[in-house]
């Protein structure tokens, strides 16, 4: 996977990102009118929703290849969503590296020196991408269900890119991937507060498929079915507070739609 070149300033970049971004999406969608009337908490889920897929969208749209044909997904599904609600245009979103490091810095609960930039290299953009929460819970089942079939592709997609890499040091950190990916993972747990629901690239062998195997590509509980999350739980996570009725977030400084 190439990132942009590293001659590109990176407000260049995210320029661009959005530029595109805005580009592939119109300011407004015709309603579906067949679709079936949502209450409204499937539809408030479904918004909500949309703030992830716009920073999704966002993000993927910084590099090329692979990881850029989840950016167009993203697109794809902001447009579905808009098919069934009304929603909202792209919220204000901040990519910074700086941004990356906090969050980073709270998972490894101690400031990386330097600080943690997930564009100086492939390996922290990985990283940064794994960061990115693949968090969904049941609202529209249709649409949900074929939502959750492509967010959870690219999530095995980004866990198999990193699996191979599990043992090499994050540069210029003495500190493996798998170590970086276990620590996020445990942060998410933290924030849930529902237990253990997320997972990094390796478990001790007694918590892997049928208790026989410590690789962990495809995360899933004793029975190695996935997890799933209420919305009180995705609330506190991507708010980052650990607490549903304090919203933030922050990579949206300006909050949540």
Do not use: W
């Not at 990519?95 to 490894?108: C, E, G, R, W, Y």
């Not at 959750?148 to 500190?175: C, F, M, N, T, W």
């Not at 445990?186 to 529902?194: D, E, H, K, P």
């Not at 690789?215 to 708010?239: M, W």
């Amino acid at each position: 996977m190439a990132l942009a070149p590293c001659f590109v300033s990176f407000a260049a970049i995210v320029f661009i990102s959005s530029f595109i971004t805005s580009l592939l999406l119109p300011s407004a969608y015709p309603l579906d009118l067949n679709a079936t009337i949502l209450p409204i908490f499937h539809v408030d889920l479904l918004e909500f929703s949309l703030n992830l897929e716009y920073l999704e969208a966002d993000f993927f749209f910084i590099t090329n290849g692979v990881i850029l044909q989840f950016g167009y997904q993203e697109v794809g599904h902001i447009k579905e969503i808009k098919n069934v609600v009304r929603g909202f245009p792209m919220p204000q979103l901040d990519l910074s590296a700086s941004t990356f490091a906090k969050v980073i810095d709270q998972a490894i609960d101690s400031p990386l020196q330097p600080p943690f930039n997930p564009y100086a290299n492939n390996v922290s953009f990985l990283i940064a991408a794994y960061l990115i929460p693949y968090l969904f819970s049941i609202t529209s089942k249709k649409l949900v269900t074929g939502l959750l079939g492509i967010e959870s592709g690219q999530d095995v997609v980004i866990r198999a890119l990193l699996y191979p890499l599990r043992l090499a040091k994050v540069p210029p950190y003495d500190i493996d991937v798998d170590e970086v990916t276990r620590r996020i993972s445990s942060l998410r747990n933290t924030l849930g507060r529902a237990g253990s629901k997320d997972e990094s690239l390796t478990v001790p062998v007694n918590e892997g498929g049928e208790g026989r195997v410590q690789g962990n590509v495809l995360a899933g509980d004793q029975f190695s079915v996935a997890y799933n999350r209420t919305p009180e739980e995705i609330l506190k996570i991507v708010y980052g507070s650990g607490n549903e009725s304090i919203p933030g977030g922050p990579h949206l400084p300006n909050g949540y739609h």
